[in-house]
């Protein structure tokens, strides 16, 4: 393999610069893009419930009945929008979807808290969001069983619960870090995938073959610009997620910068091959989506990995993106270090040399 020349590897590099950044369009799609992404991302993705519809139907009509009813509402998480008499009436209310809720108070409702017994109250919930549903169940369940311990005539055990990392079980916290990583793999793929096919495209792929520019210093003048640029989009929203939306931070940052290293590289591989393999920019763009999409669904971004089946589980392990989101969720909610994260950072680091090699030798072939 021939030496690398520095002069001709800066100027391919700052040739690459001046073509990404000398289009408004293109700086707009580079810097503007993610945060855009991260707001709409970070206020459109929540699961939090927040003063849900509740239907109200109170048979015992006491004060320990009332003061249950206030206490839903006191919490923020449910409003009453209706009272009624028969239990029909709270059925239709969900029915109709005026209520998200209903909550039906069965008569001796007082009688059983001042007594000590465990009082029975009735939550139905409109499933028809079954992760909204799961998470106001699972609201008005701690309400209730509080309500109920809290009662003159309780004893024995208190059961206290904790939550760690995010107390106020908020979604946004969870969410945030999560969409960095879709969107830093999102740039890397968007424009290593186009690189090469641009060149193809506007006819000056023939000229560089023809110089005396190597394989190699065209793949690293064409790879090392977006590198940069994926870093400055990394810290554009890292910032504005610890600024703008108040997510905790409790780790490293030289630990994330190496995870970040690691998890570039592997989504310039990804872009550079898809590059080489497609005719067409439109058929580079396709192809991306093809990976990235799927990759999304099967990251933990969404959908919690452990609640996939065992082949999907397996079938994970090879996606970077699960891997990079580990990380950076561990970094930023949990503080955690190095020797917590070790496998996830060295099963990035091994993504990237796999596909960065197999990128490079089919970069070398299409170049000869």
């Known amino acids: 393999m021939a030496p690398i020349s520095l002069p001709r590897l800066r100027g391919m590099v700052r040739k690459e610069l001046r073509q990404l ?33 509740t239907f109200v139907v109170d048979h015992d009509r006491t004060a320990v009945s009332r003061q249950l009813v206030e206490t839903f509402t006191a919490s923020g998480y449910f409003d009453v929008v209706g009272h009624g008499e028969r239990p029909a009436q709270m059925a239709a209310a969900l029915d109709r979807g005026e209520a998200l809720v209903g909550l039906e108070i069965p008569r001796g409702f007082a009688a059983d808290v001042m007594a000590g017994r465990a009082p029975q109250v009735q939550v139905l919930v409109d499933g028809t969001t079954s992760n909204t549903a799961t998470v106001a169940m699972g609201y008005a369940q701690q309400i209730v069983g509080t309500f109920g311990r809290s009662g003159d005539g309780a004893i024995g055990i208190e059961l206290r619960s904790r939550v760690w990392y995010n107390p106020n079980l908020v979604s946004r916290v969870y969410n945030v870090p999560g969409v960095i990583g879709t969107i830093v793999m999102l740039m890397g793929l968007l424009l290593t995938a186009l690189a090469v096919v641009r060149e193809r495209e506007i006819g000056t792929l023939e000229q560089l073959m023809v110089s005396p520019i190597s394989s190699l210093e065209l793949m690293l003048g064409k790879t090392i610009p977006v590198v940069l640029i994926c870093f400055i989009d990394l810290v554009l929203i890292a910032t504005v997620a610890l600024l703008w939306f108040d997510i905790p931070f409790r780790g490293s940052w030289l630990l994330l910068l190496l995870a970040s290293v690691c998890y570039i590289l592997t989504a310039l591989g990804l872009g550079l091959f898809i590059s080489t393999v497609s005719a067409t920019q439109q058929e580079a763009f396709m192809s991306m989506f093809f990976f990235f999409l799927p990759a999304i669904m099967l990251s933990g971004f969404m959908y919690p990995v452990a609640n996939m089946p065992d082949v999907v589980q397996v079938i994970t392990w090879a996606n970077p993106i699960r ?31 796999v596909v960065l090699t197999l990128a490079a030798g089919r970069f070398r072939k299409t170049m000869e």
């Open 21 to 53: 950044l000398r289009d408004p369009r293109s700086k707009r799609m580079m810097f503007a893009s993610p945060l855009v992404q991260l707001v709409l991302f970070a206020y459109a993705v929540n699961t939090d419930v927040r003063h849900a519809g």
């Open 323 to 353: 891997h990079y989101l580990d990380v950076v969720r561990g970094i930023f909610l949990k503080g955690a270090g190095f020797q917590a994260l070790w496998l996830q950072i060295a099963i990035l680091a091994g993504m990237g040399i």
